[in-house]
Structures are given as C-alpha cells and as structure tokens.
C-alpha cells in the first residue's frame, strides 16, 4: 500500500473540514448583516411613522389655536396680527426625510386670515422644519 495516499486523504478531509467552516462563517456573517439590515429599516419606518405622527399633530395644534392663543403665547407677534380677526394655518403635501437623528420636513404651510373688516386672505407658503431627535422628542431647529 502506498504510504501518500493515506496522507493525502487525511490532507484533503482537514481542508475539507476547513472549506465548510469557511461557508458556514461565511453564511452566518451574511446573516448578521440582513438581520442588521432588516433592524435599521425597521428602526428608520418606525422614525418615519413617528415623524408622520409629529406632523399631524403640528397641523391638529395649529388648527386648535386661535388668534387669542398665539397672541398670548407669542406676544412679539401682536403688531403682525393688530388687524386679523382670525387665523388659520394647515399644512399641506407634507414629506419627511429622516437621516438618523435628524429629520427634514418639507410641506406647504396653507394659511386663511380674515382681517377686521371681514375681508378674506389665503396663502400657500413652501415651508421647510429642520427638526433634531432629543431623548424627550423632536425638536424644531429651524424654520425655512
């Protein structure tokens, strides 16, 4: 019998066993990196939800305030409202782009006045929020 064959098989069932644990460490990084994949779009609709849920509850506070609640609330806007009888804004055509913890919300602000006379006015102003995630929410950083 000859003394190489033995060995060689012995060879070719060590780097066998090394072929398999190869494929299967392959297979198993690979399915870390979907199970990682399927988490951060998980993660990023449930931002998206939450940020769709932010906006509509901007346009259901907005709707609720009136033109006493702003006045009192912010008191520097008084000379803008001197002649408005009433206010309105409602945001339209709303579309939230969220990069990690921060987040771009792009809409139309629709706003209805009628100042003191009764006369009516309507704007559609493009409006961009800049908002920032805190541990106790969203916050507006800026307005554009």
Not at 43 to 68: I, K, N, T, W
Not at 76 to 87: G, H, I, L, Q
Request: proline share 4%; aromatic share 6%; net charge positive.
């Amino acid at each position: 019998m000859n003394p190489v064959g033995p060995t060689l098989l012995a060879a070719l069932f060590i780097l066998s066993i090394f072929v398999v644990f190869h494929q299967w460490s392959k297979r198993q990084e690979a399915k870390a990196r979907v199970a990682s994949a399927e988490a951060e779009a998980s993660q990023a609709q449930s931002r998206a939800v939450e940020m769709e849920r932010l906006a509509e509850l901007g346009q259901a506070l907005g709707r609720s305030l009136d033109l006493e609640a702003i006045r009192r609330a912010f008191p520097s806007v008084n000379a803008n409202f001197r002649d408005v009888k009433t206010y309105e804004i409602e945001l339209v055509d709303t579309q939230v782009d969220l990069q990690g913890d921060r987040a771009t919300v792009t809409c139309k602000r629709f706003v209805r006045q009628t100042n003191r006379s009764g006369r009516p006015n309507e704007n559609t102003i493009p409006t961009v929020f800049s908002l920032r995630r805190a541990p106790s929410g969203w916050i507006i950083e800026g307005v554009r």
